[in-house]
């Protein structure tokens, strides 16, 4: 089993920032990709961005230009940092990773964390 832990979330301003970061916990694991995805209030799950092992990014259309993904190997974390945060960036944010433990295939979410960006 592979764990994940989001932390960064909180209350901001309208274009303010903030940075998330998902920690993955476990044994014997190696992660594939890792990605963000954020569901607002009364809606569905959406996909923000993706970070493959080798660094390849890709994002929404609505985030691009103003969210980075970025990962730390060694740390098995991956961070997004939010700049000019827009009030429909409001929304619970989760962690998603995919890759093998102990030669099978995992795919762990984390717990999510609440943004909520004021106007």
């Not at 569905?44 to 990962?71: H, M, N, P």
Request: glycine share 10%; charged share 15%.
């Amino acid at each position: 089993q592979v764990q994940l832990v989001e932390s960064g979330g909180g209350l901001v301003q309208a274009g303010g920032s903030l940075r998330l970061s998902c920690a993955a916990s476990g044994s014997n694991f190696k992660i594939n990709v890792m990605a963000w995805y954020r569901q607002p209030p009364g809606k569905q799950r959406e996909l923000v961005a993706t970070i493959t092992g080798g660094d390849s990014t890709s994002y929404a259309d609505s985030v691009k230009g103003r969210f980075t993904i970025s990962r730390d190997n060694a740390k098995n974390t991956v961070y997004l940092q939010m700049n000019s945060l827009k009030p429909e960036d409001t929304a619970v944010y989760h962690c998603n990773a995919q890759g093998f433990a102990s030669f099978r295939w995992f795919d762990s979410w984390g717990q999510g964390t609440q943004i909520t960006v004021s106007s």
